[in-house]
C-alpha cells in the first residue's frame, strides 16, 4: 500500500498530480493517522504529504474547529 502511495506521488504534489481533490482528503488522513500512531515508520515522501495536507487553509480551520 505504501509502495502504491509513494508512487502516485511521483507525478506531483497531490495525488492526482497538481490539483488537490477529494482522493487526497481521504487518502491525506489515512497516513496522517498512520504517522500520529507511529506505524508509518521512515516515509519521508509521505510524511512530506501528510505535511502538506495539513497545512491547507480547511485542514487548519478543521484541526482548530476540533480543539
Known sequence: ???TLRDG???GPWILGERFS???VML???V??????KIL????VL???VERC???PAAQRAFSEQG
Not at 515508520?41 to 519521508?44: I, L, M
Open 28 to 30: 491525506g488522513s489515512a
Open 9 to 11: 506521488l511521483r507525478t
Open 41 to 44: 515508520g521512515d516515509e519521508p
Open 47 to 49: 510524511k512530506a504529504y
Open 22 to 24: 477529494a482522493a487526497d
Open 32 to 37: 496522517y493517522f498512520l504517522d500520529m500512531f
Open 54 to 56: 495539513v497545512a491547507r
Open 1 to 3: 500500500m505504501l509502495e
